[in-house]
């Protein structure tokens, strides 16, 4: 059994809890706590599973780090904190930790992160000799290892396109809803998520190695932004009012060019509410989905959707996320030290799971 802590509690850190819980191979030795109204509660709380885990939630990583974890998932934001969130990465790989960890954007694809992030992570494989892999759902498996699989399947290929298509009123994290993306702001506001060169930061590396699994040389990398106003006020059941007036929905695309032409595409499109926008691309039930297409022969369309936690979407995808990051725990502690990507870190089958709960 893999000695496994789940640093972090929140939208991502709930859901690994269940999945580490749920491994065959792992084990959960503790999980790292941030507010103090959270320490000393039992993991299977926390996660909302209805039972005990018998894993009190601590507030300690020196300490809990001190024990000797073979693995560390952390789920504690990168968003608003990424030099934080590294260090602390640094600081579990230098332990000798396998990290696995959507919180670090620029590091989905090692090769081309700036150096100030790639080169602490690399001294501490040295040092240490741990390991980590960065992924999600999008960026992600929705955007790498999904496309690549399905472009397999057909004879040929004129361009591949991943789309996010969400109603944003399911995802439980306001103040990101609100000022990250800037839903039910001023049309003048600039939500931080979509300002100039911010996509291709967040977008870019799943661009990239798209580009390198499919062998194309990429001429350059270009952004594409769209916002939409609310014609008329919304109330949502978790974030109330959203006025007329204000954004109500967004589309962007960060686009891979080749010889001159966007054939690697990764596209968003999120909404407050199903009303704005209705003429932009629509998930399947209104709420919230990711699709793969590949325009080629044949012409192949792909789209997963995922709920949890109450059918909730915006949760669902978060587990999907964990999925891939919990399932390559056991790949990675057999493989050398280093630091890995998607193409490096197969996506298996869930073996050993098929029908079976832990009591």
Same mark, same amino acid.
């Given at each position: 059994? *893999? /000695?496994?802590?789940?640093? #972090?509690? %929140? !939208?991502?850190?709930?859901?690994?809890?269940?999945?580490?819980? =749920?491994?065959?191979?792992?084990?959960?030795?503790?999980?790292?706590?941030?507010?103090?109204?959270?320490?000393?509660?039992?993991?299977?709380?926390?996660?909302?599973?209805?039972?005990?885990?018998?894993?009190?939630?601590?507030?300690?990583?020196?300490?809990?780090?001190?024990?000797?974890?073979?693995?560390?998932?952390?789920?504690?934001?990168?968003?608003?904190?990424?030099?934080?969130?590294?260090?602390?990465?640094?600081?579990?790989?230098?332990?000798?930790?396998?990290?696995?960890?959507?919180?670090?954007?620029?590091?989905?694809?090692?090769?081309?992160?700036?150096?100030?992030?790639?080169?602490?992570?690399?001294?501490?494989?040295?040092?240490?000799?741990?390991?980590?892999? *960065? /992924?999600?759902?999008?960026? #992600?498996? %929705? !955007?790498?290892?999904?496309?690549?699989?399905?472009?397999?399947? =057909?004879?040929?290929?004129?361009?591949?396109?991943?789309?996010?298509?969400?109603?944003?009123?399911?995802?439980?994290?306001?103040?990101?809803?609100?000022?990250?993306?800037?839903?039910?702001?001023?049309?003048?506001?600039?939500?931080?998520?979509?300002?100039?060169?911010?996509?291709?930061?967040?977008?870019?590396?799943?661009?990239?190695?798209?580009?390198?699994?499919?062998?194309?040389?990429?001429?350059?990398?270009?952004?594409?932004?769209?916002?939409?106003?609310?014609?008329?006020?919304?109330?949502?059941?978790?974030?109330?009012?959203?006025?007329?007036?204000?954004?109500?929905?967004?589309?962007?695309?960060?686009?891979?060019?080749?010889?001159?032409?966007?054939?690697?595409?990764?596209?968003?499109?999120?909404?407050?509410?199903?009303?704005?926008?209705?003429?932009?691309?629509?998930?399947?039930?209104?709420?919230?989905?990711?699709?793969?297409?590949?325009?080629?022969?044949?012409?192949?369309?792909?789209?997963?959707?995922?709920?949890?936690?109450?059918?909730?979407?915006?949760?669902?995808?978060?587990?999907?996320?964990?999925?891939?990051?919990?399932?390559?725990?056991?790949?990675?502690?057999?493989?050398?030290?280093?630091?890995?990507?998607?193409?490096?870190?197969?996506?298996?089958?869930?073996?050993?799971?098929?029908?079976?709960?832990?009591?």
């Amino acid at each position: 059994m *893999v /000695s496994t802590i789940v640093w #972090g509690t %929140g !939208n991502i850190g709930r859901a690994a809890i269940r999945a580490v819980e =749920a491994h065959p191979a792992l084990e959960l030795t503790a999980v790292l706590v941030h507010d103090p109204a959270k320490l000393g509660r039992d993991a299977g709380d926390l996660a909302g599973l209805g039972r005990h885990l018998g894993v009190p939630a601590t507030g300690d990583p020196e300490a809990v780090l001190a024990t000797g974890p073979r693995a560390v998932v952390y789920a504690a934001s990168g968003d608003i904190r990424p030099a934080e969130a590294l260090a602390d990465i640094v600081t579990a790989v230098r332990a000798g930790a396998v990290v696995v960890t959507p919180s670090l954007y620029a590091l989905y694809d090692h090769r081309s992160a700036p150096p100030d992030m790639r080169e602490p992570v690399l001294a501490a494989v040295k040092e240490g000799g741990g390991s980590l892999f *960065v /992924s999600g759902v999008d960026p #992600g498996w %929705g !955007n790498d290892v999904l496309p690549l699989l399905v472009s397999g399947l =057909a004879t040929t290929v004129d361009a591949v396109r991943c789309q996010e298509i969400f109603d944003y009123s399911t995802y439980d994290q306001p103040d990101a809803v609100r000022y990250l993306v800037g839903m039910g702001q001023p049309m003048d506001y600039e939500p931080p998520m979509i300002a100039p060169t911010v996509p291709s930061m967040v977008w870019g590396g799943q661009i990239r190695l798209m580009a390198r699994a499919l062998d194309v040389e990429l001429d350059e990398i270009r952004e594409s932004v769209h916002r939409r106003e609310l014609d008329a006020t919304v109330t949502t059941a978790s974030m109330g009012a959203f006025e007329a007036g204000t954004q109500g929905a967004v589309r962007f695309e960060v686009q891979g060019v080749v010889d001159g032409e966007a054939l690697i595409v990764i596209e968003h499109v999120t909404r407050i509410h199903p009303s704005c926008a209705p003429d932009w691309p629509l998930p399947p039930d209104g709420v919230g989905a990711h699709r793969v297409i590949i325009e080629g022969r044949p012409r192949i369309e792909v789209t997963v959707e995922a709920a949890d936690e109450d059918g909730n979407r915006s949760a669902g995808g978060n587990a999907t996320a964990v999925g891939r990051l919990v399932g390559a725990i056991d790949w990675l502690d057999q493989a050398p030290p280093g630091l890995y990507d998607a193409l490096d870190v197969p996506l298996r089958p869930a073996t050993g799971k098929l029908g079976r709960r832990r009591s």
